[in-house]
């Protein structure tokens, strides 16, 4: 990964020069409030860190999808008083993220004041990535901040295009992201594993291809190890299963023997007759011994203890996706012992861990293992395309 600028590059005082900050604050809400704000919580240490140096710290993010539209259900200004709560600090709202209504609003702000900038999205240039927007907001800083890995997939104007036209540097949460991502696929202590779940593995084709050239060890579970097995000639009954997914399993596997990468998959599995909590036609069997009229909906405790048994002669992890479906009892109980396992391997020193996406953050907290994680992303979009080797163009715009 090519050097970037952080916070640290900035000068130690930066009294009344105007600092834009791209936060991700687009957050989850529910009857009018904020239901999970991780988000906002993360952006705290650059937004105190930049107040304290006495700059004017002006935050730009988008929030829901207006389409260009001025919606006040999707305003900032809705989270002006929750941001102010965590940092201890007055945040003022601005109308515009660009234009002379802002600029006249900044200009009455003083030195370590925090100022939040209305919905990106509101200008249906931000999605475009049209220039003349990026320039209008760049008119507004002194220096671009990016602390929002979680929207670094998206060349936009807030997110690209402005990165471009101001000295740039890398917030905290951005310069934690970074840092971790290159300790796992960028230059990682070897051997490596990678646990990649979920639902299907027609959306994730590009990550397998991409991460059997990378790790040593690739443990493919939920649904997507379903059509995998099913590509081997293994019956999967009812089970979630892309059956004309042949060919492209195949080409993984040829890749992996080429890389001298191991894909494990399960051989023994949990599996029910219908979907439901505790069902009583729950069983674990054989992974060959699935009957026609029933489903695999985890994996089995002896396939746990092997993959456990992997981690341990392991020094790395990437762990993205569930191994079973995990929001419905008992099918979450594999995911929880091996994040327990990737745990304390991780507390005990032998192994660095990093886990993403918005699944696999709440399987980690439901095995309550979040805390032991040498680092957990909040990014969906952005950490699986970056697991599929591709250039996230909010990150490139920050490197030197």
Same mark, same amino acid.
């Given at each position: 990964m090519?050097?970037?600028?952080t916070?640290?590059?900035?000068?130690?005082d930066?009294?009344?020069k105007?600092?834009l900050?791209?936060?991700?604050f687009?957050?989850?809400?529910?009857?009018g409030?904020?239901?999970d704000?991780?988000?906002l919580r993360?952006?705290?240490?650059?937004?105190?860190? =930049?107040?304290?140096?006495r700059?004017?710290?002006?935050?730009?993010?988008?929030?829901?999808r207006?389409k260009?539209?001025?919606?006040?259900?999707?305003?900032?200004?809705?989270?002006? /008083?929750? =941001?102010?709560?965590?940092t201890g /600090?007055?945040?003022?709202f601005?109308?515009?993220c660009?234009?002379? #209504?802002?600029?006249?609003?900044?200009?009455?702000?003083?030195?370590?004041?925090?100022?939040?900038?209305?919905n990106? /999205?509101?200008?249906l240039?931000?999605?475009?990535?049209?220039?003349?927007?990026?320039?209008?907001?760049?008119?507004?800083?002194?220096?671009?901040?990016?602390?929002?890995f979680?929207a670094?997939?998206?060349?936009?104007?807030?997110?690209?295009?402005?990165?471009?036209l101001?000295?740039?540097?890398?917030? /905290?949460?951005m310069?934690? #992201?970074?840092?971790?991502l290159?300790? *796992?696929?960028?230059?990682?202590?070897?051997?490596v594993?990678? +646990?990649?779940? !979920?639902?299907?593995?027609?959306?994730k =084709?590009?990550v397998?291809?991409?991460l059997?050239s990378?790790?040593?060890?690739?443990?493919?579970?939920?649904?997507?190890?379903?059509?995998?097995?099913?590509?081997?000639g293994?019956?999967?009954?009812?089970?979630?299963?892309?059956?004309? =997914?042949?060919? #492209?399993?195949?080409?993984?596997?040829?890749?992996?023997?080429?890389?001298?990468?191991?894909?494990?998959?399960?051989?023994?599995?949990?599996?029910?007759k219908e979907?439901?909590?505790n069902?009583?036609?729950?069983?674990?069997?054989?992974?060959?011994e +699935?009957?026609?009229?029933e489903?695999?909906?985890?994996?089995?405790?002896?396939? *746990?203890?092997?993959?456990?048994?992997?981690?341990?002669t392991?020094?790395?992890?990437?762990?993205?996706?569930?191994l079973?479906?995990? #929001?419905?009892?008992?099918?979450?109980?594999?995911t929880?012992?091996?994040?327990?396992?990737?745990?304390?391997l991780t507390?005990?020193?032998?192994?660095?861990?990093?886990?993403? !996406?918005?699944?696999?953050?709440?399987?980690?907290?439901?095995?309550?293992? +979040?805390?032991?994680?040498?680092?957990?992303?909040?990014?969906g979009g952005?950490?699986l395309e970056?697991?599929e080797?591709?250039?996230?163009?909010?990150?490139?715009?920050?490197?030197?």
């Amino acid at each position: 990964m090519a050097a970037f600028k952080t916070l640290d590059d900035l000068p130690d005082d930066l009294t009344g020069k105007r600092v834009l900050v791209r936060v991700d604050f687009n957050v989850p809400m529910q009857d009018g409030a904020i239901s999970d704000d991780t988000r906002l919580r993360a952006a705290v240490p650059t937004i105190a860190e =930049l107040s304290d140096k006495r700059a004017i710290v002006l935050l730009l993010s988008h929030f829901g999808r207006p389409k260009g539209q001025v919606r006040p259900d999707m305003s900032l200004a809705l989270l002006v /008083r929750p =941001l102010s709560e965590l940092t201890g /600090r007055p945040v003022r709202f601005i109308e515009d993220c660009q234009g002379p #209504e802002a600029e006249r609003a900044i200009t009455t702000m003083t030195a370590g004041s925090i100022g939040m900038l209305e919905n990106t /999205r509101f200008h249906l240039g931000e999605e475009t990535n049209d220039p003349e927007l990026a320039r209008g907001m760049a008119a507004l800083g002194d220096y671009y901040v990016d602390d929002a890995f979680s929207a670094a997939h998206r060349a936009h104007a807030s997110t690209e295009g402005v990165a471009h036209l101001l000295p740039s540097f890398a917030g /905290r949460a951005m310069e934690a #992201e970074l840092t971790a991502l290159e300790k *796992v696929l960028g230059n990682p202590e070897r051997p490596v594993a990678a +646990v990649v779940g !979920g639902a299907k593995v027609s959306t994730k =084709l590009a990550v397998l291809g991409h991460l059997v050239s990378k790790v040593d060890h690739l443990v493919i579970g939920g649904g997507m190890a379903n059509t995998v097995l099913a590509a081997r000639g293994v019956a999967v009954g009812k089970s979630l299963c892309e059956h004309d =997914l042949v060919g #492209e399993v195949e080409a993984i596997f040829a890749k992996a023997e080429a890389a001298n990468c191991t894909i494990h998959l399960p051989y023994d599995v949990v599996v029910a007759k219908e979907f439901a909590a505790n069902p009583p036609s729950l069983r674990t069997v054989n992974v060959h011994e +699935v009957a026609p009229d029933e489903m695999i909906l985890d994996i089995g405790p002896a396939a *746990v203890e092997a993959l456990s048994d992997v981690l341990k002669t392991c020094r790395t992890l990437v762990w993205n996706g569930p191994l079973g479906a995990f #929001e419905t009892p008992p099918f979450d109980a594999a995911t929880v012992a091996l994040a327990k396992t990737a745990a304390a391997l991780t507390e005990g020193g032998s192994l660095v861990s990093v886990a993403g !996406g918005g699944d696999t953050v709440a399987a980690l907290n439901m095995a309550g293992v +979040v805390p032991e994680f040498t680092f957990v992303s909040t990014a969906g979009g952005a950490f699986l395309e970056w697991m599929e080797g591709k250039t996230l163009p909010g990150v490139a715009a920050l490197q030197r």
